[in-house]
């Protein structure tokens, strides 16, 4: 679903506060997920759980994120991308709260607490993405990079203040918990920035065209399948750089969580400056540069001799995969009368890297060892590689592609 701006009078303070919530609940959001990640491995160990039983467990985060995908549009629709916000906020305060306290008790209070964790991130994503564009129209400059960027520098913050936590022996049950008091109650209150949803015109076509057809549009599905590999990629760096440090460098906790927070940083410095490279060499050839860019790092990551060598893969892969899913989204968006039905296929395609990656890692990492079992994502970024000229712009005078 898009929305767009209206007639209503905004005045150039509101349109700057409501930047500056947008950008808040793309940190929030970032730190969020990151300081879960950064205690995986703790609660792995709490569990006893073996690598094929935590990527199942993993699993129920991308659960609650797709189901909320497919319902988030019509939530936001109903309720605007404000209250929607203030509500996954909530909603990712007590299931965070359930995940810090309940890991104590065994699977099923971690399955459930993660499963609307994942609920809450997703509609929480739709509705400040909308929420942004519409702070973006009001700007009349392209600020949208910058906000998922923004989802980045929360990433590092939670991974450096989770690196921290397990340094200084924090109880996971108590870390977890603050985060989720002071996320959920800071976007409580900053949500109140946001601008007024004003719903969008009818589509050019009439609204006739029916979503179905979308799936049968080729490039359409290679955007997606494009996007899923890339998805892949930085969704296994999240899930697993720190155990795979941990396990197979034989390092320490705090040491596996650094190398996770080197990732994310890496990411982060990706999207800050990608869309200048984008704009002066083109979506194709950055982005088969960045998945070449991404295989070295990882094939650097898995073989290296020692620690520091895997810390500079962790750099590179983290460099590598940071605008491939940016990039998908604004290539299926390059028709604006279309880019709603192409974005939910896009989209819908791209999660189920979430969804069937945590456990295809962790299953194979049962036989050849967390370490060894990343090398299916050099699969699909040889495949991202041979598909980047599905994204190349539909109006060829637009960009340098």
């Given amino acids: 679903m898009t929305l767009t701006t209206g007639p209503a009078p905004t005045t150039d303070q509101s349109v700057r506060a409501a930047t500056r919530a947008v950008y808040a609940a793309f940190i929030w959001s970032g730190m ?44 936001v629709a109903r309720f605007g991308s404000r209250a929607t916000v203030a509500a996954m906020a909530v909603l990712l305060t007590v299931s965070l709260i359930i995940v810090a306290g309940g890991y104590h008790l065994g699977v099923p209070p971690v399955v459930l607490g993660l499963f609307a964790f994942g609920f809450a991130n997703g509609a929480w994503d739709v509705a400040m993405n909308v929420q942004g564009a519409l702070v973006e129209r009001r700007l009349g400059r392209a600020i949208m990079p910058r906000f998922h960027a923004g989802y980045s520098v929360g990433t590092v913050a939670g991974a450096l203040i989770g690196t921290a936590m397990v340094a200084l022996k924090v109880p996971v049950t108590i870390h977890l918990s603050a985060v989720a008091v002071l996320v959920g ?68 906790a705090a040491v596996g969580t650094l190398a996770f927070t080197v990732f994310l940083t890496a990411m982060t410095v990706g999207r800050w400056f990608g869309p200048g490279l984008l704009d002066r060499f083109g979506r194709v050839l950055v982005l088969r540069a960045l998945a070449v860019i991404a295989l070295a790092g990882l094939l650097l990551f898995i073989f290296g001799p020692n620690t520091p060598t895997a810390f500079a893969g962790a750099l590179l892969w983290g460099t590598g995969a940071s605008l491939g899913f940016p990039v998908g989204m604004s290539a299926a968006s390059d028709d604006p009368a279309k880019a709603a039905g192409r974005v939910s296929v896009v989209a819908s395609i791209g999660y189920c890297a979430f969804l069937g990656g945590p456990p ?40 340098k592609d």
């Fill in 360 to 399: 295809l890692i962790g299953l194979l990492g049962d036989h050849v060892s967390v370490l060894k079992a990343l090398i299916a994502i050099a699969v699909l970024l040889t495949v991202a590689f041979m598909l980047a000229g599905a994204i190349r712009p539909l109006n060829p005078e637009s960009s």
């Fill in 32 to 75: 969020a997920m990151a300081s879960w990640a950064t205690r995986i491995p703790q609660i792995r160990d709490e569990l006893h759980l073996d690598p094929s039983q935590l990527g199942l467990v993993l699993v129920a985060i991308a659960a609650g994120s797709i189901i909320s995908l497919v319902l988030s549009g019509q939530i």
């Fill in 185 to 252: 109650a800071s976007t409580f209150v900053m949500v109140r920035a946001f601008l007024p949803d004003v719903p969008d015109e009818a589509p050019a076509d009439g609204g006739k065209r029916r979503f179905l057809e979308f799936w049968t549009e080729p490039r359409t599905l290679l955007i997606g399948v494009f996007v899923l590999a890339f998805a892949f990629t930085e969704g296994a760096g999240i899930d697993w750089i720190a155990v795979a440090v941990i396990d197979g460098y034989h390092t320490p």
